[in-house]
């Protein structure tokens, strides 16, 4: 493959430039008779989606998905499934002025020298307006992961910049444009932010990403490893500069009797493993947290060569995220379920009819 | 693939257990006319080799390896390459105890859980044994990549536990046990491993791996971008938890003015996006971080369970490494090879004739 | 993946049903810089559309696609591109009565077997609709091909039912609805049709692809040979039951003295082998032959079942070919395109700079 | 991949050349639990041994494989299960003087034009020798589809240059070195053998194999249908020229009337389709055959180049069957083995808990 299918059971592959005529994708391997519809997929599309809050771009991009085959009479039928976002808001003459040049950490420069030539309107297909399509085959995966496991995927924002943000109440995930589970820090977000746009700056942001409900023994060693799966995929998400699964880089300071997840007959009495040991999920909660950069696109005039190989400083217009972790979380979740699906599948291949030797424990031991 | 393939033109293929009667592994895509003999591998696995100083575990491995096809008269003809090392110093006796036990943060629970069954002498499949043919094959990589590019890979510890290393010194990494470029922390280093043993403990590490005189235009967007390769590659080796690319998780704090990577005519001017933007190389030296967990194995009792759905104490006996960072340095080595082998190989495939419109900047700017 | 994407690095990613809302593609793995338009594309789906001729079915598709992505200012980019064809002629009430019936012959039977439910619309994903974006797809490889190595792929009728034909005259390929270069034949065609239809019947076909102006080198033994790939993507069409290279079954009573291809300096004396030797392309012709089986379509009543396990006769209503192997002729070339396509890359990968150590000779030594 | 893996989750991956140290394979995706010991992968290697009788070659080859990992107390893990055998009776001084000269027929000239350079002992990596590996895998294969399914896969020769050979009595298959189903035609073989052994010569065959006891719904359309797996799967057979699924070419003259497989709920009334249709089984027995061009080495002088861009004459010395298609049978029934299981896995991942919408009808209806 050269690079635009993610999965080896249940496979997304995308196309679309920013400023195309259309983003579709085509899911293919999804089990038949799931009950999907569009609505299914727009509820998480509209999450991610732009202008919902004066903290994010205020560009308008209905993003609604069509699904185009693999769906009869309500249910998959094992097809693949065609999905498509039709482009309606392109403002190319917003971007028409950095045709000939790189933009500091952008891509512009990357892909010229890959390509040798490039869509420059939006950033092309490098800009963050794919993962809308990811968001869409994300769907599909959490459907059939909830209405067959019971398997949840939550993601939150847990640091904007300076700002760490635990998760206290995770039913306020949802009930801010922050996706913040930590209630009280939402002024100083709001703060935040606002004196970042006065600064005409952006900001890096963190991401955490748990799935709980799991089951045990997915993950194909050695190299698909489960984690080294996720870590691809998350990591596959513009801006993503680290990963880490369950402790990540603390395990480094760890001793081993600190971090070993003790277990019992009543289930396991922590999870400094993220839910995954020698590349196999163990059943507990799956946790992840990933690392975003602040936005490239800012309009501080930054050094810079342009296509003709001349020094000059660039600016960047057009309407742009000030921290683009914040809309990465729906992006995350759907990459994990991606991840979660493919490993159910391939799984479900090898080891079917192998009894487990004791019937797994709970993920976690009851609070005593 | 069922997981012990990596790669997708440049394929690394590996079988073998801890305790089996031999570790193998096929290369297939290895360009035709590299001169190639076992003692160009021999080296790297070598510096991987268990007992090699106090601190690592007394197994005695010499590790030979035998390169049974795919080089005739000195050369690769282009055809497999492969490998295999014969086990010798297989001492059971010292597992046979656990083998009805499922010691915690080990994978012994995960395989049961997956395969229902499973060989439990060293760890068998999930032993760390495996990665000698990861080393092996990477050599191979690495040879190429230097012969043909310049292109050089160099790992070094950046952190034992509490003791953050840096890299005054490069020319002295292959000088001590340690992997250690920061000499003046090597008595540090020997006191702190001391006291370890005694404590009958383990401790997490950090691992940095660079690469250097890297061409620009490698990686595949969106999915198969090379730092979501890379990331995937080090997850997959036993006892990772996190990866970062450039900055890593410091890049949450960073404004958009601090972070991006200005340009001139005469090169990059700083290096936090660790050599890829865009998911693509950009000629500057490719940075990657890992965390590694502490060893598993330690003799002091923890809580668990056995195959009855008993709860049990269990200790760890044998032989092992109380911090599995040390020798995890080349085989982080190997893997990021691996990666940048096969995405030459799969940039050559798709971009051949097409003149990058500028030629490339120079990876950094000369100090002024 | 799960069967809808061909190739290893030039990609072809299908989804659609017959009756569904649209056709898609996604074509990934196209070297940036090819000059492309949908008229490039148009020209063989309108070879392959229906109702070009009293003996091909009369249902009306236009079957006219749009570039979605992957194109800017008229060359390719080197991203994916997206393809989309909208149903429009949908008479499902002419396929209705059959949603709980298995057609003889048809996929109804195994596609329930294997789903357990199925858009019975047209045959749904079983239809040979599908096959409009394999051809689209293969567009653009044969313009590749040609443009840049001079490559030309050129199919054409061998046999229908008993009617044995030549190829004396290659420019008459284009000018009939039969794709046939035997014009004293094409009265013969005729009157066969003509009275095939009266009979409510159906009869099989015989296709002939030839590709020539070929390089030599291109295949991956052994299990990619690329007379292997060939086969499989032959097979992969739509009513195919049987493939040939070469002299194909003729090879089966054939001396080794009388098979072998003899070479001068002046080129090869002869091409039984169908200008692949060992799995690789010698510079020969490509020699492809497939056998098609006659409609499964017909009104003539067949004995059967239905979903609910009770013996029926069976009649297919409808338009459909008499003989489809008609239309599969811009099928066939399409898929040999996407072969050498990927294996032209995939040779590219591993063996740039190799050098041969003779030139090439000639594909065929000059006629004396 | 690099062409020398097949299958995408039950995958065999190979190495080894003629006279190299050692041919060896990974195959990986094996459940876990089967009981497979050395001696069940000797039983079809000792079938396909050369100097098995006077009409094959006479090199001994004892071909004896060890098992070196993914075996525990008896039963495969689940891990990959390293295979190898080492080569013993290697005669290179029989090739030398063929180093620099291209045998017609031979892939001597395309693998330099690959790669440029080549191991020419004894036709290296493309010598049939390579096949050893495939029926060590294949007969892993056989005995999961046996145990779990009571699949059987049984090949067997049904023509010798200009003798047609039925199969009135498979008992007679494994009695004679010609895996002849026709007793009566032995004698007739024997007399042919030995004139083309006179002549200096050698003749070409076709190949039958058969699999009983199917299930239905094995298959992923549409570039993955389970027909186009096999053909990619005989057709990487050395040798191979052509492949047939049920009628094969036969289905050129058929009428739809006469191809068409009728159903009743007792059975099929006949299996034109060789149990395959739409590219998923049906359950019918699947009935392949596949086209062996004549040994191309054979001590006939034949006019070719050599190296320095020369005419010569090649005469080919060494130890040569006179018909490769005799030993082919066990490597067909091989690969159609590893079709079948990758199939069955590939089916099991997306279809696990989709019930059929009546229960498969048998194979065959009852003989009335």
Same mark, same amino acid.
Not at 43 to 60: C, E, F, I, M, Y
């Given at each position: ?8 059971? &249940? ?19 999804? /089990? ?29 991009? /209905? ?8 769906? &009869? ?14 482009? $309606? ?40 307006? %794919? ?14 992961? !909830? ?5 949840? @995927? +939550?993601?939150?924002?847990? +640091? ?7 998760? /206290?109440?995770?039913?306020?995930? *949802?009930?801010?444009? &922050?996706?913040?589970?930590? /209630? ?6 709001? %703060? ?6 006065? *600064? ?19 993950? %194909?060693?050695?190299?698909?490893? @489960?984690?080294? *799966? ?14 880490? =699964?369950?402790?990540? &880089? ?7 009797? *600190? ?13 400094? !493993? ?5 590349? =196999? $999920?163990?059943? +507990? ?5 990933? !690392? ?16 003709q190989g001349e020094n000059m400083d660039v600016v960047t217009k057009g309407r742009h995220d000030p921290c683009v972790g914040i809309r990465a979380v729906p992006i995350a979740e759907a990459m994990l379920a991606l991840v979660l699906m493919d490993h159910c599948l391939r799984h479900r291949a090898q080891n079917q009819g192998v009894v487990p030797p004791i019937p797994p424990i ?6 005593k």
């Amino acid at each position: 493959m050269s690079g635009n299918t993610y999965g080896r059971l &249940f496979t997304l592959t995308t196309f679309g430039e920013s400023h195309g005529k259309a983003l579709g994708a085509i899911v293919d391997g999804c /089990p038949p008779g799931l009950a999907l519809t569009e609505a299914d997929l727009q509820a998480d599309l509209n999450r991610r989606k732009p202008g919902t809050s004066k903290h994010t771009t205020q560009r308008r991009e /209905p993003d609604e998905v069509r699904i185009l085959s693999g769906v &009869f009479e309500g249910r998959t039928t094992g097809t693949p499934i065609g999905l498509l976002i039709e482009n $309606t808001d392109q403002r190319s003459k917003d971007y028409s002025n950095i045709a000939d040049t790189y933009r500091p950490a952008h891509a512009d420069y990357a892909y010229d020298q890959k390509y040798g030539f490039r869509d420059y309107r939006g950033g092309g297909r490098s800009s963050a307006r %794919e993962t809308a399509m990811r968001v869409a085959a994300g769907a599909i995966a959490k459907k059939y992961l !909830a209405e067959t496991f019971g398997i949840r @995927i +939550q993601g939150f924002l847990s +640091q904007l910049g300076p700002i760490k943000l635990g998760c /206290p109440d995770p039913s306020a995930i *949802e009930t801010n444009a &922050f996706f913040c589970g930590d /209630p009280e820090q939402l002024v100083a977000l709001d %703060e935040y932010m606002t004196q970042l746009r006065r *600064e005409e700056n952006s900001v890096g942001a963190e991401v955490s990403v748990h799935a709980t409900g799991m089951i045990p023994g997915w993950g %194909e060693p050695i190299f698909d490893r @489960i984690d080294a *799966e996720i870590a691809h995929a998350m990591m596959s998400i513009n801006a993503v500069k680290g990963v880490e =699964i369950g402790d990540g &880089f603390d395990v480094v300071t760890q001793k081993g009797t *600190e971090h070993r997840d003790e277990m019992t007959t009543e289930g396991f009495l922590s999870n400094h !493993a993220g839910g995954i040991v020698g590349g =196999i $999920t163990t059943g +507990q909660d799956v946790l992840v947290r990933i !690392a975003l950069k602040p936005t490239s696109s800012i309009t501080t005039p930054g050094r810079s060569i342009n296509r003709q190989g001349e020094n000059m400083d660039v600016v960047t217009k057009g309407r742009h995220d000030p921290c683009v972790g914040i809309r990465a979380v729906p992006i995350a979740e759907a990459m994990l379920a991606l991840v979660l699906m493919d490993h159910c599948l391939r799984h479900r291949a090898q080891n079917q009819g192998v009894v487990p030797p004791i019937p797994p424990i709970p993920g976690q031991a009851p609070v005593k």
